[in-house]
């Protein structure tokens, strides 16, 4: 583990500014606030420019000798290709709306991450090289020359923004620094400035099909692994088809949640929901991944990842996509797909096989979201559900950015929480739905080195779930996002000990009655159900 | 700094016509400067309009503020999160006229015990920058009496509203108050809040400093020189009908000043943050429908050479393992 201070100082935050104008303030890389760059070798295979070995606190980045022409002219090509991303640079009024609206901010007091000062750290190379005024007046109108320390101040900082657009919701201009955080990425892409948690995951996605670098026998073996613990958990055996032409429906879901803990309870109540339904379903090792990292790292790469998909489908012949829970997957999916790889004319408007309704919304991309998908059965009675089954569950429902600010989705999965439990609690008004709080974690920082700093990220959302843990003896934070999963149990374990964490659907899998099921005795987790803790296996 | 430069630069806006009118150059900044101010504020408005839209919106990124459309029997949010042109009109009518997302504004507590972070309703820049852009607008309108024969009915009922409380005489404008209350703020708030002190820039003070200065010798013109307004508006007439020429009668120095600064205000306008009255418009958070899932949202520079890894570089890769598994492949071993 790494080492990082305990809450009682870590909490020790201080809002108030320096006096010194940041741009004369040095940036300092110290351990837990930064992320390591991306190894040299998966650079090499993703094509991506200056591979070579280096880290943060070097003096000397071996940045390419005219790194300054490559950047700047990087920079002309994106303010040509997005609306968003000139408009962003010319509006911004500095009315510190969006100041404290970052949980960077929040829980480190850093002024840097002010999301305005965040963009502030580009605008002012955007003035200092294209506004003849802002470049006599120099620093009074907060223009600079790209140097050095401009690139590493660059790299600190938006790889300390997770993209949640929390900022954007009250930009009163509707300014979004995670657009201006992806530019930002882009230009560090050009002088080989990026980290590896990133680009490792998107270069496994690219050849395995997942982040993790399943290959396609591992990812069969685990998936028959959790079908005997369902097995063993229900007496039923569920045989999922793989990679199957023909069928209906094609699901994609994020690979952590087939590989970690508590991830793996979701995907065993995907297959009881599936096996439930006795639905025409095909699960597919090629695209085996829902996640996507380039969102994070570019747009090609973006596009070139998510284009599995499609293909996916139309190689199997299946008529639409299922989506598993996941968060920037979503974002993906809802703002990027069908502009990107559609239009997907060979699927058909998704409908569901057992109540019949018309997915209107998914009109266009084809790709359905399974909290709706499950709304709408639960909504027509088709789920033969035991909620008590969830009764030691006290839950409350993390909203994950990319759903909510990026989609909207906020019903759909509290209508299904609140039918497979029976003890559900929200977190206080200004910390859910479209203004609910990052995990610390989101595009592409949860990696280890960087605890601290997510810990910190992460003050806001836990010390919501420690206010509902108090007040109203909350044991589970539910969500529907792998990197959630992921990130939030080490956030609970320190700002909210006591708060385990839970997929949606890992809920609806211990409520489901299999027809022919043994009697349970434990929940997917094989912790004894309520009144069963007596039980002999 | 940034402040006392900002603060500088309006003084000397307002000392030089006023020493320059004395000094008999009153047609300079009686008529050549006003022109001169109204060509490039046109000029300068257009071209960054056009500049910005000539980028075009390659992905459908609306900021969503409320819940979807998606189940019949779920009830969504038109106007936070639209999916069609109406609900972004709704959208754009609210941001604009009320501004919407600043009246979602909070602030942030932390409390040590507990601990607790805590958030508050914070409204104080929402009122004011709503009471600074409404009286703007009025003024703006009021004026209007300068440059038209006759004077418009609307004119007149925005000077009756604005008069309702019928002070003093001349009689007092509610909202030359209001406005300088409203700017005052916005200033303080820089001054005195350390964040936005923090973020401030000279380009944030200047037209603060350039707005009181517009307001306070308007304020003087009317209530304590009271200027001649007949000559005035002979003046402004000559403007706008393309005849200009300096009235007969004598006008206040004061007026010259005024003028400058408002001349000044426009010609700095295209090239500054104020732009931000048209950028709003065109904001892809703010004016996009949320609607890629359902339509094709068309991307101009789309790149359909990008590929995904094919399944069979993938299968070739793996095919041996895929088999041993029993998963299905394309191509026999
Ligand atoms: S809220 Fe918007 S306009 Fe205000 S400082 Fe932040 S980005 Fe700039
Ligand atoms: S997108 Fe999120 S992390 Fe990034 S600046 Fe805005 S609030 Fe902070």
């Known amino acids: 583990?790494?080492?990082?201070?305990?809450?009682?100082?870590?909490?020790?935050?201080?809002?108030?500014?320096?006096?010194?104008?940041?741009?004369?303030?040095?940036?300092?890389?110290?351990?837990?606030?930064?992320?390591?760059?991306?190894?040299?070798?998966?650079?090499?295979?993703?094509?991506?420019?200056?591979?070579?070995?280096?880290?943060?606190?070097?003096?000397?980045?071996?940045?390419?000798?005219?790194?300054?022409?490559?950047?700047?002219?990087?920079?002309?090509?994106?303010?040509?290709?997005?609306?968003?991303?000139?408009?962003?640079?010319?509006?911004?009024?500095?009315?510190?709306?969006?100041?404290?609206?970052?949980?960077?901010?929040?829980?480190?007091?850093?002024?840097?991450?002010?999301?305005?000062?965040?963009?502030?750290?580009?605008?002012?190379?955007?003035?200092?090289?294209?506004?003849?005024?802002?470049?006599?007046?120099?620093?009074?109108?907060?223009?600079?020359?790209?140097?050095?320390?401009?690139?590493?101040?660059?790299?600190?900082?938006?790889?300390?923004?997770?993209?949640?657009?929390?900022?954007?919701?009250?930009?009163?201009?509707?300014?979004?620094?995670?657009?201006?955080?992806?530019?930002?990425?882009?230009?560090?892409?050009?002088?080989?400035?990026?980290?590896?948690?990133?680009?490792?995951?998107?270069?496994?996605?690219?050849?395995?099909?997942?982040?993790?670098?399943?290959?396609?026998?591992?990812?069969?073996?685990?998936?028959?692994?959790?079908?005997?613990?369902?097995?063993?958990?229900?007496?039923?055996?569920?045989?999922?088809?793989?990679?199957?032409?023909?069928?209906?429906?094609?699901?994609?879901?994020?690979?952590?949640?087939?590989?970690?803990?508590?991830?793996?309870?979701?995907?065993?109540?995907?297959?009881?929901?599936?096996?439930?339904?006795?639905?025409?379903?095909?699960?597919?090792?090629?695209?085996?991944?829902?996640?996507?990292?380039?969102?994070?790292?570019?747009?090609?790469?973006?596009?070139?990842?998510?284009?599995?998909?499609?293909?996916?489908?139309?190689?199997?012949?299946?008529?639409?996509?299922?989506?598993?829970?996941?968060?920037?997957?979503?974002?993906?999916?809802?703002?990027?797909?069908?502009?990107?790889?559609?239009?997907?004319?060979?699927?058909?408007?998704?409908?569901?096989?057992?109540?019949?309704?018309?997915?209107?919304?998914?009109?266009?991309?084809?790709?359905?979201?399974?909290?709706?998908?499950?709304?709408?059965?639960?909504?027509?009675?088709?789920?033969?559900?035991?909620?008590?089954?969830?009764?030691?569950?006290?839950?409350?429902?993390?909203?994950?950015?990319?759903?909510?600010?990026?989609?909207?989705?906020?019903?759909?999965?509290?209508?299904?929480?609140?039918?497979?439990?029976?003890?559900?609690?929200?977190?206080?008004?200004?910390?859910?739905?479209?203004?609910?709080?990052?995990?610390?974690?989101?595009?592409?920082?949860?990696?280890?080195?960087?605890?601290?700093?997510?810990?910190?990220?992460?003050?806001?959302?836990?010390?919501?779930?420690?206010?509902?843990?108090?007040?109203?003896?909350?044991?589970?934070?539910?969500?529907?996002?792998?990197?959630?999963?992921a990130t939030l149990p080490p956030l609970c374990d320190y700002w909210a000990p006591g708060v385990g964490v839970s997929g949606l659907h890992e809920l609806v899998g211990n409520a489901i009655i299999l027809d022919g099921e043994k009697k349970r005795t434990t929940d997917l987790r094989q912790n004894p159900l309520p009144g069963m803790e007596d039980e002999e296996e | 700094m940034a402040a006392f430069y900002s603060f500088l630069a309006v003084l000397a806006l307002i000392v030089i016509p006023w020493l320059g009118v004395g000094m008999g150059m009153g047609a300079l900044f009686g008529i050549v400067l006003p022109y001169i101010a109204i060509i490039i504020f046109m000029v300068g408005f257009t071209m960054r309009i056009v500049d910005w839209a000539k980028s075009p919106v390659p992905f459908c990124i609306p900021t969503t503020g409320g819940q979807q459309k998606s189940l019949p029997w779920i009830k969504n949010s038109p106007w936070d999160n639209p999916y069609d042109k109406k609900g972004v009109f709704m959208r754009m009518v609210l941001e604009v006229l009320c501004f919407r997302s600043l009246f979602r504004n909070t602030s942030v507590k932390l409390q040590q015990e507990g601990p607790k972070v805590g958030y508050s309703s914070e409204k104080s820049l929402w009122l004011f920058a709503l009471i600074f852009h409404y009286c703007f607008l009025l003024i703006l309108v009021r004026h209007l009496r300068f440059f038209m024969a006759p004077v418009p009915y609307p004119v007149h009922i925005a000077e009756f509203l604005d008069s309702i409380l019928q002070i003093g005489l001349p009689v007092m404008y509610q909202s030359d108050a209001l406005i300088l209350a409203g700017l005052l703020f916005l200033l303080a708030r820089r001054v005195f809040d350390g964040k936005v002190r923090y973020i401030s820039l000279m380009q944030d003070y200047f037209p603060l400093l350039l707005l009181v200065g517009i307001v306070v010798t308007g304020i003087w013109m009317r209530y304590v020189v009271k200027v001649d307004v007949i000559a005035v508006k002979e003046l402004a007439m000559g403007i706008v009908t393309l005849h200009p020429h300096m009235p007969k009668a004598a006008i206040d120095p004061s007026v010259y000043a005024h003028l400058t600064l408002v001349c000044a205000l426009f010609i700095y306008f295209p090239f500054s943050k104020l732009m931000h009255m048209g950028g709003v418009f065109l904001s892809p958070t703010r004016v996009a429908p949320n609607m890629s899932r359902r339509a094709m949202w068309v991307n101009p520079w789309n790149d359909p050479s990008i590929k995904p890894h094919s399944y069979a570089a993938y299968e070739d890769d793996f095919r041996e393992k895929m088999i041993e598994a029993g998963l299905p492949v394309d191509k026999q071993a």
């Open chain 1, 1 to 485: 583990m790494a080492k990082y201070p305990p809450p009682e100082e870590l909490i020790k935050i201080n809002y108030t500014t320096p006096v010194k104008s940041w741009m004369d303030t040095k940036t300092a890389f110290k351990p837990g606030n930064f992320s390591y760059p991306g190894k040299p070798d998966i650079l090499k295979y993703l094509g991506m420019p200056n591979p070579r070995e280096w880290t943060p606190t070097d003096d000397d980045w071996k940045l390419p000798p005219d790194w300054q022409r490559i950047v700047m002219e990087k920079f002309r090509s994106l303010l040509k290709k997005y609306r968003s991303f000139k408009i962003f640079m010319d509006i911004c009024v500095r009315c510190g709306a969006c100041a404290d609206k970052c949980h960077f901010f929040i829980g480190g007091g850093d002024p840097k991450n002010m999301p305005v000062l965040r963009a502030e750290l580009l605008r002012s190379i955007y003035r200092g090289e294209f506004s003849a005024a802002a470049k006599v007046l120099g620093k009074l109108a907060g223009a600079r020359k790209l140097e050095e320390d401009v690139i590493k101040e660059w790299f600190l900082y938006f790889y300390q923004c997770t993209e949640c657009r929390r900022c954007s919701l009250f930009c009163p201009y509707g300014i979004d620094t995670a657009e201006i955080t992806m530019m930002a990425r882009e230009l560090l892409h050009e002088v080989g400035c990026n980290i590896n948690w990133i680009l490792e995951p998107a270069a496994n996605c690219n050849r395995t099909g997942n982040h993790l670098g399943i290959q396609p026998h591992a990812y069969k073996d685990m998936m028959d692994f959790l079908c005997d613990d369902i097995e063993e958990i229900t007496g039923k055996r569920i045989r999922p088809n793989v990679n199957k032409k023909g069928c209906e429906i094609l699901f994609i879901t994020p690979s952590g949640d087939i590989f970690a803990d508590p991830g793996i309870y979701t995907y065993m109540g995907y297959l009881i929901l599936f096996e439930h339904l006795g639905l025409d379903v095909t699960w597919s090792t090629y695209a085996s991944e829902g996640g996507n990292f380039g969102l994070f790292t570019s747009d090609k790469m973006m596009k070139k990842l998510n284009a599995k998909m499609y293909a996916e489908a139309e190689r199997l012949g299946a008529k639409w996509i299922l989506g598993g829970e996941c968060g920037h997957m979503w974002r993906v999916i809802n703002q990027y797909m069908s502009t990107m790889n559609g239009p997907a004319d060979f699927l058909e408007t998704p409908v569901s096989p057992i109540t019949g309704t018309k997915f209107d919304a998914a009109a266009g991309t084809k790709m359905l979201h399974i909290a709706e998908f499950t709304a709408d059965l639960i909504k027509h009675g088709k789920l033969n559900l035991d909620p008590s089954r969830n009764d030691n569950f006290k839950t409350t429902f993390h909203d994950s950015c990319n759903p909510a600010r990026g989609m909207g989705l906020f019903e759909e999965p509290r209508y299904v929480l609140k039918n497979v439990c029976r003890y559900f609690y929200e977190m206080p008004e200004n910390t859910i739905r479209e203004q609910t709080f990052c995990c610390g974690g989101g595009a592409g920082l949860n990696n280890e080195e960087f605890t601290e700093t997510r810990l910190r990220g992460g003050l806001p959302r836990g010390n919501a779930v420690k206010y509902v843990r108090d007040r109203h003896g909350v044991n589970n934070l539910a969500c529907v996002c792998a990197i959630d999963r």
